[in-house]
């Protein structure tokens, strides 16, 4: 049985790090052109305009025209709530294609770090065990591995890439990081947050993690 630790982590371009900065200076001189005033743009002015006319101002449109795109190993159960938010794009670990006894075996994700008494993770382990064996039976019975799949739980880790612009990214993180989120998606979206923060300055900061849902849907987005 191969266990999977989850993770999220931006997937940063091959260049200096002066890509974060680059993105804000787009959102900028994009907000620019509604005023032409993208000619006065300078080096350092994306911060002093995002902080007027995003935050100040609450034009967060223009941050529409930067996207930043992720990469996610979560379980399949997460990967169906990732994908509600419609107007991000996704490419996702497909088990109709990928033959997890000849390309490589499957991995599975605990519940939570620390999760359930001796008899609840034994049951656990017991269900994975056999569904991965069913797997394993039904490939050498001559299924197709499209539907040998039917037998794995949503335990079954998946690799995902989400690429969505940083508006998306704010509501996505105003949703997801609140204490009435799913714990395993809290595992893995409160920690990128901190990356998002970490690494584009000034849109993220207000997102406290675990706050109530229906505090952070006052905060403008």
């Not at 609450?58 to 990469?71: F, K, L, Q, R």
């Not at 739980?153 to 704010?170: D, E, F, H």
């Amino acid at each position: 049985m191969n266990i999977i630790q989850p993770y999220a982590k931006i997937l940063k371009p091959s260049l200096p790090d002066s890509w974060k900065v680059e993105m804000l200076r787009k959102v900028e001189w994009c907000g620019r052109i509604s005023h032409r005033s993208e000619d006065v743009q300078n080096a350092d002015s994306w911060e002093r305009f995002i902080q007027a006319v995003v935050i100040g101002h609450g034009d967060w449109s223009i941050t529409e025209h930067a996207s930043v795109s992720v990469d996610m190993v979560v379980d399949r159960g997460i990967t169906h709530e990732l994908v509600r938010h419609r107007l991000f794009s996704f490419t996702q670990e497909s088990t109709r294609f990928v033959n997890y006894e000849k390309k490589m075996p499957p991995g599975f994700i605990l519940p939570v770090e620390e999760w359930g008494n001796e008899d609840q993770r034994y049951a656990w382990y017991l269900a994975i065990q056999t569904a991965e064996e069913s797997y394993r039976n039904l490939l050498k019975a001559g299924m197709p591995p499209q539907l040998a799949r039917s037998v794995f739980p949503n335990a079954l880790a998946s690799r995902i890439v989400i690429t969505g612009n940083l508006r998306n990214w704010r509501h996505f993180f105003i949703m997801r990081t609140t204490k009435e989120a799913h714990p395993q998606m809290r595992q893995v979206t409160i920690p990128l947050l901190a990356e998002f923060k970490q690494t584009i300055p000034i849109l993220y900061d207000d997102i406290q993690p675990n706050a109530r849902q229906v505090d952070n849907l006052k905060l403008p987005r």
